[in-house]
């Protein structure tokens, strides 16, 4: 298993999660920031850098599904620890909105024994979105209109992907997104007639 430049930087994603966690702990609300800001920036680089040097791997899409995930979640329970009261007033969308991301996770550990590293268009906008939400409370204040526009789009994503678990037989990677995979469904099925 060779590492490749792409891959390394979504380490660098992986190992900032710890880091991010001991700031939490320690109360360093500043460092915690530009340290999610570093992680939100590799999650940028790495998935184009794979793209132009031609270093896309399934190594670096399950990395990048690890590293995305531990940087959201430690991101928003940074955010939580440190906006606590932001949070709970919007608890009920929350919890909505972190249950159908776990009923996605839940059916694709059913569908195919492990986590989806789908990598749809809405989920790449969803993280682009929740980290730009999550860095913005982070470095300044909490707002109420962005949370409400984070968490649509991290509706739309969990949806999505909860339907192409279902359409999708097998364990894919780098799905586009659902109209990609309905297009190819058509395109094969006018084929088999």
Same mark, same amino acid.
């Given at each position: ?6 891959? /390394? /930087? ?9 880091? @991010? &966690?001991?700031? /939490? &702990? ?36 399950? #990395? ?5 995930? #531990? ?8 955010? &939580?620890?440190?906006?606590? @009261? ?15 991301? #776990? ?35 982070? @470095? ?39 109209? &990609? ?13």
């Amino acid at each position: 298993m060779m590492l490749n430049l792409p891959n /390394i /930087i979504t380490l660098v994603r992986i190992i900032c999660a710890p880091i @991010m &966690w001991w700031l /939490i &702990w320690t109360g360093e609300r500043e460092w915690f920031a530009w340290v999610l800001t570093l992680a939100f920036t590799t999650d940028l680089v790495d998935g184009q850098l794979a793209r132009r040097l031609k270093k896309e791997t399934r190594l670096g899409s399950v #990395l990048d599904s690890y590293g995305d995930t #531990l940087t959201i979640l430690t991101g928003l329970a940074g955010s &939580w620890v440190f906006e606590k @009261m932001h949070f709970l007033a919007h608890w009920e969308l929350l919890v909505t909105v972190l249950s159908l991301h #776990l009923i996605q996770l839940l059916l694709c550990l059913w569908r195919y024994g492990r986590p989806s590293s789908f990598h749809t268009y809405s989920a790449k906008v969803g993280a682009l979105v929740i980290g730009c939400f999550l860095i913005y409370t982070m @470095m300044f204040s909490f707002s109420d209109l962005f949370f409400y526009v984070t968490m649509v789009f991290l509706i739309l994503d969990a949806f999505e992907e909860s339907v192409l678990v279902f359409l999708l037989p097998e364990w894919k990677n780098d799905v586009k997104g659902l109209y &990609w995979v309905l297009k190819s469904r058509s395109i094969h099925n006018q084929k088999a007639e």
